[in-house]
């Protein structure tokens, strides 16, 4: 059974940072492409981020790009999203999320290619 159980949220001011982890088990995780999904309250879920198995690439949504890292250590089966520089509309659920057929170059600005959701981490940015 693929689990993906992500943690790390929590609350910070407005310019502040939180790095969130994603724990995978039950599937070859060094062979996936990762993402990071995100739902603000009363919208819905937004991509963020995606990076290769190798994670030699990635990609970023604008809305983050500069200010959010995604990363992953293969040999610990775990997604790492470093987000600084936070803003109260990064208010969300953030989920992690990959596919069994889908790869990055498809992944990018997509939330219907996914298998597999973690449970979330709330992540709140106010002061």
């Known amino acids: 059974e693929v689990q993906l159980v992500e943690s790390g949220g929590g609350m910070v001011q407005p310019g502040g940072s939180l790095r969130l982890s994603c724990a995978a088990s039950?599937?070859?995780?060094?062979?996936?492409?990762m993402s990071w999904v995100r739902q603000a309250p009363g919208k819905g879920r937004e991509w963020v981020s995606t990076i290769e198995y190798s994670g030699e690439t990635t990609h970023y949504a604008d809305s983050v790009k500069g200010r959010f890292t995604i990363s992953r250590d293969n040999a610990k089966n775990t997604l790492y999203l470093q987000m600084n520089n936070l803003k109260p509309e990064d208010t969300a659920l953030y989920f992690c999320a990959t596919s069994h057929t889908y790869t990055i170059h498809s992944m990018q600005g997509r939330l219907d290619v996914y298998d597999y959701w973690g449970q979330g981490t709330q992540v709140t940015v106010s002061s």
């Open positions: 039950g599937l070859l995780f060094k062979n996936y492409d």
